[in-house]
């Protein structure tokens, strides 16, 4: 069964830091890439990055460029995103996805985790 598994939300302050991670079962990690994107309420899905597993490619929209860093541990079939320097408007729900089209456009990706959320806050 192809899954992927999210964990490390939490609640945390202004300039503070997290780390998620995506763990994926049931499909050869080596061949695909994750993507993880967030949702806020009231807002769209929105695509910011994503870790090519095969080439090690990185993409990262502007907003999170130099702030968030992902990175993967293949024995453990394991996608990281380290968030640094937490705004505000970094909440939402943190969800992974995972496709072989190197895109942070959500639909092109059928298999996500559950989510995990994130809120910063004072």
């Known amino acids: 069964q192809v899954q992927l598994v999210e964990s490390g939300g939490g609640l945390v302050q202004p300039g503070g830091s997290l780390r998620l991670s995506c763990a994926a079962s049931?499909?050869?990690?080596?061949?695909?890439?994750i993507c993880w994107f967030r949702q806020a309420p009231g807002q769209e899905r929105e695509g910011i990055n994503f870790?090519?597993?095969?080439?090690?490619?990185?993409y990262y929209i502007d907003s999170v460029k130099g702030r968030f860093t992902i990175s993967r541990d293949n024995p453990k079939n394991t996608v990281y995103l380290q968030m640094n320097s937490l705004k505000p408007e970094d909440t939402a729900i943190y969800y992974c996805?995972?496709?072989?089209?190197?895109?942070?456009?959500?639909?092109?990706?059928?298999?996500w985790g559950q989510g995990t959320q994130v809120t910063v806050s004072s």
């Open positions: 870790i090519n597993i095969r080439d090690n490619d990185i």
């Open positions: 996805a995972t496709d072989t089209v190197p895109t942070i456009l959500s639909h092109y990706y059928a298999v």
């Open positions: 049931g499909f050869s990690f080596a061949n695909y890439l």
